[in-house]
């Protein structure tokens, strides 16, 4: 039997409507909501990701800026934009795209994102209360990985969830939201040993690695659930995943790869920006 698949279109399209009626109501308001994009980098498929999250802001009503720095910026250069995005009033949001250039750690520079605008959750500020249980944004992508689980109904509580990858920007923040929905997290990870005899133990797989094919049938438990995190660009211009075509017929239910947790995370970006707006106007 094949999988049920566990769509993030309904989901996304959702929370982006909620996000533009808040947009709405902030820009009658006088604090039309602002997104920044900062970018230091020729990548295609980060270009790609960026225009999709411009087009999808300005649908909405918010105003995005990409602030494109180039493939040769500085370290310096970068955190000195950041901190004045940071100082600047009118913007809400702040991205830091990936990847950097050499020299340029996302893990130093995201110190420079004001917290209160960290829309992406990438100040270790904002992982380090979000492992605390303290109020901070997510990472978009991780926060996806559970909402969209938790919008198909997803039982969590008490089961054994396998999250394979452990990037500060899935991996673990998505364990610890896992965590806080009281599912049993076990993170794998590169130098993980048998891989499939852990991940077939476990209820729910969250793959989130960038290796098309990684997870196959032989990772998953006949009946579990898999979320696919990945985004592998491929040679004819589409996407994968990291889960092999094989589990279909082996999972009870499987995230496609695009529309799965791709649209919930740019819907969600969008919504902490009108949460930013919100907070900034009430300061
Ligand atoms: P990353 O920083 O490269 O991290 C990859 C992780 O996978 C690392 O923890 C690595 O382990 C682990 N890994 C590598 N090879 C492995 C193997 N053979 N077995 C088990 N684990 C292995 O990547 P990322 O930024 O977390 O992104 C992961 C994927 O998600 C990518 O495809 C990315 O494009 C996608 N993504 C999607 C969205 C979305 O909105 N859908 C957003 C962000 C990212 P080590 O730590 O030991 O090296």
Not at 18 to 36: H, V
Not at 66 to 83: K, N
Not at 207 to 231: E, F, N, S
Not at 243 to 268: E, M, Q
Request: include cysteine; proline fraction near 5%.
């Amino acid at each position: 039997m094949s999988a049920t698949v566990l769509s993030g279109k309904e989901l996304g399209a959702a929370v982006r409507a909620e996000a533009t009626a808040a947009a709405a109501e902030l820009a009658a308001s006088g604090t039309p909501p602002k997104l920044a994009v900062v970018v230091a980098t020729a990548d295609e498929s980060s270009a790609w990701y960026v225009r999709s999250i411009a087009r999808s802001a300005g649908k909405a009503g918010i105003d995005c800026e990409i602030v494109d720095l180039g493939a040769e910026a500085t370290a310096e250069q970068i955190g000195d934009r950041l901190a004045a995005l940071s100082a600047d009033a009118s913007v809400h949001g702040i991205i830091l795209q990936t990847p950097l250039p050499a020299g340029a750690a996302l893990e130093d520079l995201a110190s420079a994102i004001a917290f209160e605008k960290d829309v992406d959750g990438a100040n270790p500020l904002s992982l380090g209360r979000l492992a605390a249980g303290l109020p901070a944004f997510a990472p978009a992508t991780a926060e996806a990985v559970v909402a969209l689980l938790d919008h198909h109904k997803v039982e969590l509580t008490g089961r054994h969830v396998a999250v394979v990858g452990r990037s500060t920007v899935v991996g673990k923040p998505a364990a610890h939201l896992l965590l806080d929905k009281n599912a049993t997290v076990t993170v794998c990870h590169s130098r993980t040993r048998d891989l499939a005899a852990v991940t077939s133990a476990a209820d729910v797989v969250v793959a989130a690695v960038g290796r098309p094919g990684l997870i196959t049938a032989a990772h998953v438990r006949p009946g579990a659930v898999v979320v696919d995190v990945g985004t592998n660009p491929t040679a004819d211009g589409g996407l994968v995943g990291d889960v092999d075509p094989s589990v279909t017929d082996r999972a009870g239910a499987l995230t496609p790869v695009p529309g799965g947790v791709g649209p919930v995370t740019t819907a969600l970006l969008l919504q902490h920006t009108v949460k930013a707006a919100q907070a900034a106007r009430l300061r």
